[in-house]
C-alpha cells in the first residue's frame, strides 16, 4: 500500500478535490481507500438506531452489518485519540490510501491551497509537502510541481508519483 494525504485549511477544497480524484484512480485501475480526520465531534449513528442504544448503553465496539456494507464503531470513552500509523493499520490492502487531514503527520502531502481565502501557504514550513493543488500558482520560488485545483487527471500523477509505501506493505 502507498500514502498520499491532501493537506490545507478549511475551506480549501480538500473534499472537494478528494471526491474528483477518487473516481479519476478508480479508473485507472487503482484500487483507493481514504482516512478523513473529523476535527469535531462526529457521529455516524443517530439516536433510536439499535447500534447507537447500544453505545449508549456502553458497549465498547458496536459492529453493524449488512448485506451492503459494514462499520465497526469504537468508543474511545477517555482513551486517547488514535494516530494515523494505527488507523491505517485498521485499513485492508488497496494500492493507495489517501489521507485527508492529519497535516501535522509527516506523511507526504498534497497541498490543497485557493487563493480566495486568505490563508498562508502550507509548504514553507511543511516539507513533508510534495506538490500543490491550488487555484493559483505557488509563490516564486516555490521548487515543487503546480497543478490547478480543476487538473484532477495531473492531480492524480501527482499523487502517484509522490505517495510513499507503507512500512511493511
Keep these: ?4 494525504g491532501l493537506a490545507g485549511w478549511s475551506g480549501a477544497g480538500k473534499t472537494t478535490l478528494l471526491v474528483r480524484l ?3 484512480l478508480t479508473r485507472r485501475g ?3 481507500s481514504t482516512i478523513k480526520h473529523a476535527h469535531h ?3 455516524v449513528d443517530t439516536p433510536g438506531k439499535d447500534s447507537w442504544e447500544h453505545r449508549q448503553a456502553g458497549a465498547r465496539q458496536v459492529l453493524v452489518s449488512s448485506a451492503r456494507r459494514w462499520a465497526l464503531m469504537t468508543e474511545l470513552r477517555e482513551a486517547p485519540e488514535p494516530g494515523l500509523g494505527f488507523l491505517l493499520s485498521r485499513l485492508s490492502p488497496v494500492d ?3 489521507v485527508e487531514g492529519f497535516k501535522a503527520d509527516a506523511h507526504p502531502k498534497i497541498e490543497v491551497h485557493r487563493g480566495a481565502n486568505g490563508k498562508p501557504w502550507l509548504h514553507p514550513e511543511d516539507a513533508a509537502i ?3 493543488a491550488s487555484d493559483v500558482p505557488p509563490p516564486a520560488g516555490a521548487a515543487l510541481p503546480w ?7 495531473r ?13 511493511g506493505t
Design 130 to 132: 510534495r506538490a500543490v
Design 96 to 98: 493507495l490510501v489517501i
Design 155 to 167: 492531480i492524480a500523477e501527482l499523487a502517484l508519483a509522490h505517495a510513499a509505501p507503507l512500512p
Design 22 to 24: 477518487i473516481p479519476c
Design 41 to 43: 465531534a462526529f457521529d
Design 1 to 4: 500500500m502507498r500514502l498520499i
Design 147 to 153: 497543478a490547478h485545483l480543476d487538473d484532477v487527471e
Design 30 to 32: 487503482i484500487a483507493v
